[in-house]
Every structure is written in C-alpha cells, then in structure tokens.
C-alpha cells in the first residue's frame, strides 16, 4: 500500500528532471554556441580577445540585437515580420537627415513610424491576412520612402546619437553592456510581468485568450508597436555607428534577426520566445558571419559559401539539441 | 670600396624615390564588397597576380582578399573592423556605399592602419581615393570623334547608369568636348545602363526620330548594342565610341577587316585595383607627399593597338591592365602639383 505511491512519485519526479534538464540545456543553448564561436575566434585570434577588439568585433552587433529583438515580438504572436530590415533602413535614413536638421519633425515621423506598425497589427489581425504577405508588401513600401528621404549615400547622425554608440565605459565594452541591458529589460517586461504573460499567451493559446475575455486585437497592436518600437531603436543605433546613411543599409536585418530568434531559442508557432537568448543569438549570428571568417582566412571565391555554411551549422547544432528534448 | 657602395646604393634610393622604409613585413588586406559580375572578377584577377608576385618578391609580407558574402554596407562595415583587428597595416577598399562606411573607416585610420579606396570610393578624409578621370574620357571620345568625322555633324549620346558620379563626369567631358568642337550636335541621349541590352533597346527605340548619325558617344559597355541597333534599324554604321568590352573590340575587328572602319576605345581598366595596392604599399613605405585624392588615367585603344589586346580578353569580359610599381610612383607623381 505505501510502495505503490512512491514508486509512482520516484517516476514522476525522475519525468520532471529530465523535464528541467532539457529546459535547462535549451535555455543554456544559446549562450553555449556564443562560446563556442568566442572560443574559436579567440583561437584564431588572441588579439580580437580585448577590450579594444570586442567594442570592433560587437558593436554592429547592437543593432542586430534590437532588429532580432523586434522580430522576437511578432514571432510571439505567430506572426513573422519581412519588412523589418528596410524598415531599419528607413529610420536610419530618416535619423541622417530630419533628426539632425530638425529633431522634432524627426521625431514625429518616427512615432509616426510606430503607429503605422500598429495599424498594420490591427489590419493583420482584423481582415486575418497572413502578416508575411502584407509585410512583405511594406518591405518595398519602407524601401521607397528611405530612397525618397535619402536618394544617394549621405546625410550625418546626430551628435547626441554619435557619442552615444562611442561611449568608452570602464572595463567592459560598451556594446557588452548595451546588450545585458537590452536582453534584461525585454526579459523583465515580456517574462515577468503578467501582461507580458498575455502578449506571449496571444500567440500560444489564442483561444483561451480570447475566451478569459482578453482582446486578440489590441494584444497583437501591442506585439506590433513593440516591433516598431525596437525597430526605430535598431536603426538609430546603426546610424549612430556608421555616422552616415545608405537607403539600403538595413536590408540584410530581415533574415539576420529571423535566424538570431531562432537560434535564440524561440519557435515560429506558439509564443516560444526568450528575450535574453534571441539577443545572444543576434551576437552569436554576428560574431559566426563576419569576424569568424575574416580570421579563418579562407580563399575569396570560397568565402561567400563559407558565410552560409556557418550559418547552417550553428542553427543546426540547435535543432539537434532541441531535438532531444522531446 | 665600401664607402662608395653605400653611397651608390644611397644614390640608387634616391633615385628611384623609393624604399624609404621597408615594407616587407607589413600586411595588406583587400576589402571587396561584391564579386559577382564579368569587370569585379577581372578587378580581383588583377589584384591576384600583382599581390601574389608582389608577396613572393618580398616587396609585402601578405596581401589578403575579403569579399562580404552580401552587398550590404554593415557587413562590409563589419568586415573593415575585423580587419582592424587582424592587424593589417593598409586596407585596400571597393567600399558599397561611399559615406555611411565612414565611421568604420575612421575607426581603422585611428588605428594607424593606412586605407585606400577605389572605384567604390570613401569620402573620408583620412582615406584614399584612386579615381579615374572619367571627365577627360568623355572629352576625349568628342576629341577622337573630330579625326574620324572631321566634318563634323550629329552625335548620340549614350548615359550611364543615372545618379552615379561616373555617369555625372563622362556626361560632363562629353558636353565640354562638344563646346570645344562647335561642328558637332548631340542630337538625342538614351540611358544604356553600361549593358549592351538596355543600350540596343534604347537606341532602337530613338533611332526613328532622329536626323542622321555621324558618331555615337558612349560610356562603355554599350557600344556593341548601339552597333546592332544601327543595323537592325537599317540605317548607315556610324562611328561607335567602344569602351573595351571584348564583344565591343570583336565587333570593331570585324568592321575593320571589312572596310577599314576607324574608331576608339576607352574605359576605367578593372586592373585599378593594382594600383590601389601599390598605392597603399607607398604610403606604408613612408612617403607623405601622397595627396588623398589621386587622379589617375583610363585605358584607352586605338586604330593601332587594340588588335594586339583582343585575344588577350577572355570571352564576354573586359580589357585590363595590371599596374607595376613604377605606374603608380609616376601616377602619383602626376597627382602632386
């Protein structure tokens, strides 16, 4: 009579160990294939392994980290943005030009900016089309405006923005910091707070959503904004550290921060996400790409090729970890 | 005895305005940022073989090539820090975007690494820039234009593509050209892109409405499609500025063995690349009265000599020219005035 409830309890918690270990071994994913391409580098090149060398090697990496983070939120409500690297490279056009001239009129078109994503979360939601057609559409929409604003290569950031993205804090590089804060503070309001539990549960069981009396509608204008939001921040951080702008800089963001959720942790379906790991999967993504294969020193007509195939194996290691888990 | 030699090899430096300091060990590395058509691979070629001899004679310690897998600005961006990092002493850029690459290429000059930057140039100033002097080519062709027609009449004018500065500076020498030869009239201009396609549909497409053709000025690369235009039209074979393109050269051969048929031939030689690295190698020698602006000249054909250049063009690709170390030191000497 008392071997039989311990003998199921013995089951159920050995379940739930392997549970947590997996949870644990996919929330560590992330930052484990970060190491792995540190260590790699660090290889090839013990010089890049500096204060001097991580401000080069990461500081490009900050505003894919806030495109990735834009992606994150509509990938939490099942959505995918494909507009997201033209329209990065239309805030930075506009922060070249309007915001230095004229900082308020600079301003209103990018809040502007954001509430046009948010019309476009109520449009997706409210005709139900599927976001990768009508984004796809604003892709060439943002495209066009950045080449109306800026027709050839120029303009200049804004002094405030500059000194901003050259800071020099003490011992540890800025774009380290820049990153934890960014991961942090996403972590914080998505995970921890209970509307952040609705937003993420908007795109893992709408259903009881909608039944538990919450708003699909303004949950996924919520997911948009949030999306423009980061999206404006991600190409006033790219200007501020290319200092000049181009009307077609952002364009390889979309499928950047696409892979950076991905190899971050996060699913396309069900509003499984991780802040802190799709920001470390956006460094990782731009560690592996560039600096990795500059100092492996491969052959120019290979390193086109090389590039993708970086690429592919470190998401492949993450589809066969997360594998296991099941 | 000694004495002497060492004076005489002093003598020698001196001389040749060379070797101040050795540039043996030190690294240069090219970033590309693109590589995908017939005139970038002739531009990598060139640099191959110049650097490769250039490394095996010692002259510098190694010469990398780097091309970003996208024609995106930030990864080329990305790509220059990187090579900040790998501790090159010169860096050699075809930059895609000519401003908004500007903070990385700061951040590389206050590293104390020396940048070059041709064709795609920087606007930096802390950087390089070889450019070819496209404005002298267009008054040029109008100048060749003159021998061949010396009656004069009138002229078509084929663009480039629209909004870049070497289309703006071809179009310029052309119009100066024209004012300096009053018999001349540029009746008609079509935009052929520099492809020999959209250049024979342009011009088919103007053909019917203009008077007669004397000559066609041109910014290479649409040479050959404004031949086939004029023929298919009908209408008499004028004389075809060409812009060194072997299917532009072939033709003008086969025009030649028919009737003696005269023109000229000039276009920016994908070899400039070499001229950037020697350029880059000179600074690192030492020298300081190198201006950051270098203008330096187009390759041209003529009557005489573009025969002995055709078989050396591969087929569909571009005539070149390797630039020594001694066509850089007289380039830059001209550029000092």
């Excluded at chain 1, 495109?67 to 490279?89: K, P, W, Y």
């Excluded at chain 2, 100066?176 to 497409?205: C, L, M, N, R, Y």
Aim: glycine share 10%; hydrophobic share 50%; with cysteine.
């Amino acid at each position: 009579m008392t071997a039989a409830p311990i003998d199921t309890g013995f089951k159920g918690s050995a379940a739930r160990n392997a549970a947590a270990r997996a949870r644990l071994l996919r929330g560590l994913l992330p930052a484990l294939s970060l190491a792995l391409v540190l260590l790699a580098i660090a290889w090839l090149n013990p010089r890049a392994i500096s204060y001097f060398g991580f401000n080069l090697m990461l500081n490009l990496a900050i505003p894919i980290a806030l495109a990735t983070i834009a992606q994150m939120f509509v990938i939490a409500g099942n959505e995918l943005d494909l507009s997201i690297g033209t329209f990065v490279g239309f805030v930075g056009c506009v922060t070249a030009t309007w915001l230095k001239e004229a900082p308020l009129i600079g301003v209103l078109i990018l809040l502007g900016s954001i509430g046009v994503y948010a019309l476009l979360g109520a449009l997706i939601h409210l005709r139900n089309l599927p976001s990768i057609v009508v984004t796809l559409g604003m892709s060439f929409v943002w495209q066009g405006l950045a080449i109306l604003v800026l027709p050839k290569p120029g303009g200049k950031a804004p002094d405030w923005l500059l000194a901003i993205m050259s800071l020099k804090p003490p011992f540890v590089p800025f774009p380290i910091i820049a990153a934890l804060l960014i991961g942090l503070v996403v972590h914080f309001g998505l995970m921890r707070t209970s509307y952040g539990t609705i937003l993420r549960g908007s795109g893992g069981n709408p259903a009881a959503l909608r039944r538990a009396g919450w708003s699909l509608l303004w949950t996924k204008v919520a997911l948009f904004s949030l999306t423009g939001l980061f999206g404006v921040l991600s190409g006033m951080a790219l200007i501020g550290i290319t200092t000049s702008a181009d009307a077609n800089i952002g364009n390889g963001y979309t499928l950047l921060s696409i892979a950076g959720v991905i190899l971050g942790g996060g699913e396309f379906v069900g509003g499984r996400v991780s802040p802190i790991g799709a920001v470390i999967g956006a460094l990782t993504l731009a560690l592996a790409a560039s600096p990795l294969l500059t100092f492996m020193h491969i052959p120019p007509d290979w390193q086109v090729a090389a590039n993708g195939a970086i690429l592919i194996i470190v998401l492949a290691a993450r589809v066969l970890i997360s594998r296991k888990e099941r | 005895m000694k004495k002497l030699l060492v004076l005489s090899a002093l003598a020698a430096m001196l001389a040749s305005g060379t070797a101040l300091a050795d540039t043996s060990g030190k690294k240069i590395a090219f970033s590309n940022n693109y590589a995908g058509n017939s005139w970038r691979q002739a531009m990598l070629d060139s640099y191959g073989i110049v650097t490769k001899k250039a490394v095996d004679d010692k002259i510098v310690g190694a010469a990398d090539i780097f091309t970003t897998a996208d024609k995106e600005v930030p990864t080329q961006a990305a790509q220059v820090q990187n090579l900040i990092l790998q501790g090159y002493d010169a860096i050699v850029i075809n930059a895609a975007s000519p401003d908004a690459l500007n903070g990385a290429i700061k951040q590389a000059c206050d590293a104390g690494i020396v940048v070059v930057s041709f064709d795609g140039i920087v606007t930096e100033p802390c950087a390089y820039r070889v450019v070819v002097d496209f404005k002298d080519m267009g008054k040029q062709e109008v100048e060749q234009m003159a021998k061949f027609q010396p009656k004069g009449g009138n002229l078509l004018e084929i663009r480039g593509l629209a909004g870049t500065s070497i289309d703006d500076a071809i179009h310029a020498g052309i119009l100066e050209g024209v004012a300096a030869h009053p018999e001349f009239k540029i009746v008609g201009s079509v935009t052929g892109d520099w492809d020999q396609t959209t250049a024979q549909k342009a011009v088919a497409t103007i053909l019917p409405s203009l008077p007669e053709i004397v000559g066609v000025v041109d910014q290479g690369g649409d040479g050959y499609g404004a031949a086939q235009a004029f023929a298919a039209a009908g209408k008499p074979r004028p004389t075809i500025i060409m812009g060194n393109r072997q299917d532009e050269l072939k033709w003008w051969k086969e025009q030649k063995d028919k009737d003696g048929y005269q023109t000229w031939s000039a276009s920016i030689a994908p070899g400039v690349s070499s001229l950037a690295f020697w350029v880059a190698q000179q600074v690192l020698d030492g020298r300081k009265d190198i201006p950051h602006d270098l203008l330096v000249p187009y390759l041209a054909f003529t009557q005489d000599d573009f025969e002995a250049a055709l078989p050396k063009i591969k087929e569909g690709g571009v005539a070149t020219h390797e630039y020594s170390q001694e066509d850089a030191i007289a380039a830059i000497k001209a550029n000092i005035k």
